[in-house]
């Protein structure tokens, strides 16, 4: 009995795909955890703000809810299109370095605030949503190390010569053709030659 086994290449290959299938399922879920987050501060600045100016217990809240609650508006869209994503990861490459940008400057802002003072709120929840921002951040950078770039089509090369037509193919093999224009001192045909660097060429014709 003759066994047939597995070349190294063939091997080599599943578990390429065993990883690329892999690293497919951490970003899926890694989209999903960052666009309920979103979903959840987004919410919370545009329905409940005074509830979120309550839970930070910071003195120096805004007076008028309306300063977040278009700040929620945007993390609730952005939550939307980071669940949509999920579906394909890997081929959401701008949005991941995006995500991770905003993330990272997310938790220097609150870092920064609370390390300066400006923030006299909560520490607890100060220091959570600092690592938690940081924790995406790091998250999003890896995603996009791990996601190729989209690849684009080639261009064509660019020709200046014209397309010949059933004109200029009869009066190069010498043969009558009709005349291509009608001016009012008499017939001409016109040829261009803009690849050879020549200037239009008119010829009158009887």
């Known amino acids: 009995m003759i066994l047939d086994l597995p070349s190294s290449s063939q091997l080599r290959e599943e578990e390429?795909?065993?990883?690329?299938?892999?690293?497919?399922?951490?970003?899926r879920t890694l989209f999903y955890v960052a666009a309920v987050l979103m979903a959840i501060y987004g919410v919370g600045l545009l329905v409940f703000p005074q509830a979120m100016f309550t839970l930070s217990d910071d003195p120096g809240v805004p007076a008028n809810p309306g300063w977040v609650r278009w700040a929620g508006g945007l993390l609730l869209g952005t939550a939307v299109a980071t669940w949509l994503a999920a579906s394909n990861p890997e081929s959401q490459r701008p949005l991941i370095v995006g995500l991770a940008t905003a993330f990272t400057l997310i938790a220097l802002a609150l870092l920064y605030s609370s390390l300066v003072g400006d923030y006299r709120g909560s520490q607890l929840l100060s220091w959570l949503q600092i690592l938690g921002n940081?924790?995406?951040?790091?998250?999003?950078?890896?995603?996009?190390?791990?996601?190729?770039?989209?690849?684009t089509a080639p261009h064509p090369p660019l020709s200046l010569r014209?397309?010949?037509t059933d004109h200029s193919r009869q009066f190069a093999r010498g043969g009558a053709a009709d005349p291509s224009r009608s001016l009012p001192w008499g017939r001409v045909d016109v040829h261009?030659?803009?690849?050879?660097?020549?200037?239009?060429?008119?010829?009158e014709r009887p």
């Open 16 to 27: 390429m795909a065993a990883t690329t299938r892999a690293d497919s399922d951490t970003a």
């Open 162 to 164: 014209p397309e010949p």
């Open 134 to 151: 940081a924790a995406l951040a790091a998250a999003m950078w890896w995603l996009s190390a791990k996601t190729p770039l989209p690849k």
């Open 192 to 203: 261009y030659s803009i690849a050879n660097g020549c200037a239009p060429m008119a010829r």
